[in-house]
């Protein structure tokens, strides 16, 4: 099944290929398009493939960044001994999901400054902090935030995960993992040759949740009391049935 | 979607995303527990609460999801408990009322308190501070008791003494019969104790039966044969209040979380019960007590030593 798909995806890349050659662009899709979650969702892995007017030396950078939102970073100090929260900062515009994927390491493709001005790589997001109180050691912040975000596996850096072909096809895998949220991703494919962006192309995946679990989460919030009482009377009720059943065994 | 990693592996089939903690989990886990914790409640009558929301907490659930499913799940092994105590006349019904009325009082202002807690980010450290303080409390409180116990009857000693003791508790105003209890107390100190349970039940996701066992026998010297009959009909009454407040408040009932853990405890109560016949009340309590101390250091271990990361994130939906 799965070698069949890919000599398919296969044969329509080389057709395209040729086709988009001439014009610098690329052409891009994804296996999945709107990924739903559903009661038994574990994650998705999402195939991305398409074609590019490429050089040899060229590279592909692929961004995807999920929606922005508000994270709250907070720091533990000793207070009598006890590891407490005492200080926090907010981050208002925070990707809750972000991956960059490249065919080789990102610094070989592009120097410091350029990734800056790009704003391509981990450190380089523009993030804000809420403002308040003025921060010292901002640096110190900005580290936790992505350490944290990485351990969560909503951030992720890929290098070495993009595949070129022949020098004008490319393949990756987005993976995104069982706790990532609702909302509108943006997919950007970058194309660089000699460290200059040539071509560019965007594609969006939608997630959201579907089926038993979407309804579930939206009577919870949007009929919340009668969600609670609910919630009680299936428990009073098991446990009324259960005690039928036992006192018959 | 034939590119999506579908490894048809069964292992995977167990798995159930949960709507409200919205991270998937594996069912029989969830089921698992639910029985192992059941079976404790009902050989010992207490213990539902205070050992489940740490372990689900430990498994990765947002604490404020899982202090508010805990306290769902906990009302179905609690209707259980109850008719099965009801039928052998175990249950002192007006006491109950009494306790339950300061319950629903305390477990309303808990969770306003617990709402305020986790909007100043100190919901974590408020929950493991009860935990510590109430576990090392009761658990020590009630080991002694039970090896005391234990070694009195050894050497063959069976005192009687009086029903309980008189102290100044007892001299509150509004004075009242609790014919089933064979008690004339005031009716201010279960109402009192009712509320302080509530608040706990609230913020640690309990049904407050380990504080409220011991306190119907230490402080108001109920006869220990109605004491877990009485405490779980109040605890229904609690949990449900805590689970409807917390619903429309906060939107952290995870109703399938709930429902898998209630799977599992319901049966195991029913097959803890059968079991409380063969083991002694008094060596349960040394075993439990001895499990309530060690939760409580491990977590009072967390809270003191050293994290790996001084910084942790908190990400609004």
Request: charged share 15%; with cysteine.
């Amino acid at each position: 099944m799965k070698f069949y798909l890919l000599i398919h995806i296969l044969f329509c890349l080389i057709i395209l290929s040729f086709n988009v050659k001439a014009q610098n662009q690329i052409v891009a899709d994804l296996s999945q398009e709107n990924v739903e979650i559903s009661t038994d969702f574990l994650g998705a892995k999402i195939l991305l493939f398409g074609a590019y007017d490429g050089r040899k030396g060229d590279d592909i950078i692929v961004v995807v960044t999920g929606p922005k939102g508000l994270a709250t970073i907070q720091k533990k100090g000793n207070i009598l001994g006890v590891w407490v929260n005492t200080k926090k900062v907010n981050y208002i515009n925070a990707p809750k999901y972000l991956s960059i994927s490249s065919n080789r390491d990102i610094d070989k493709i592009l120097n410091q400054k350029t990734q800056k001005i790009s704003e391509i790589g981990l450190n380089n997001l523009n993030v804000r902090i809420q403002p308040g109180k003025p921060i010292n050691n901002e640096q110190e912040w900005r580290e936790a935030l992505t350490r944290n975000m990485l351990k969560s596996k909503l951030w992720s850096v890929n290098e070495n995960s993009v595949s070129l072909i022949k020098n004008s096809l490319f393949r990756s895998y987005l993976s995104l993992p069982s706790n990532v949220t609702t909302g509108k991703f943006e997919v950007k494919i970058l194309h660089y040759r000699n460290s200059k962006l040539i071509s560019k192309e965007t594609s969006n995946i939608n997630v959201s949740k579907s089926g038993f679990s979407a309804e579930i989460y939206n009577i919870a919030q949007n009929y919340s009391t009668l969600y609670g009482i609910l919630a009680v009377l299936l428990a009073v009720f098991i446990g009324w049935g259960t005690n039928l059943v036992f006192r018959k065994v | 979607m034939y590119y999506h990693n579908q490894t048809n592996n069964y292992e995977n089939l167990m798995y159930i995303y949960l709507p409200i903690a919205e991270q998937p989990i594996h069912s029989l886990v969830i089921i698992g527990v639910g029985l192992i914790i059941g079976f404790i409640m009902g050989l010992v009558g207490v213990g539902g609460g205070f050992l489940l929301t740490p372990i689900m907490m430990f498994l990765g659930i947002p604490p404020p999801v899982a202090v508010a499913s805990v306290a769902n799940q906990l009302v179905a092994p609690s209707v259980s408990g109850v008719l099965s105590h009801w039928k052998r006349g175990n249950v002192d019904f007006k006491m109950g009322t009494v306790l339950l009325l300061g319950g629903v009082l305390g477990s309303s202002i808990g969770v306003i308190l617990f709402n305020f807690l986790d909007k100043i980010g100190q919901l974590d450290l408020v929950i493991k501070l009860s935990y510590v303080i109430f576990l090392s409390l009761i658990g020590s409180m009630m080991f002694s008791e039970s090896l005391r116990l234990i070694l009195r009857k050894r050497k063959g000693k069976i005192s009687r003494g009086k029903l309980h003791q008189h102290n100044w508790l007892h001299g509150l105003p509004f004075k009242t019969r609790f014919r089933k209890s064979k008690l004339y107390i005031s009716v201010l100190l279960p109402i009192l104790i009712g509320v302080i349970v509530g608040v706990l039940a609230a913020i640690m996701g309990i049904g407050g039966g380990f504080i409220i066992v011991p306190a119907m026998i230490y402080l108001l010297g109920m006869p220990t044969s109605l004491v877990v009959g009485t405490s779980l009909f109040q605890i229904i009454f609690v949990a449900a209040n805590t689970t409807v407040l917390q619903a429309s408040q906060n939107q952290t009932v995870d109703i399938v979380l709930a429902t898998l853990l209630l799977l599992g405890s319901v049966a195991g109560v029913q097959i803890g019960a059968k079991f409380t016949n063969v083991l002694k009340g008094e060596h349960l309590r040394l075993i439990l007590s001895t499990i309530i101390i060690l939760v409580s250091l491990k977590i009072l271990t967390e809270l003191i030593t050293i994290p790996s990361d001084l910084f942790s994130i908190v990400i609004r939906r």
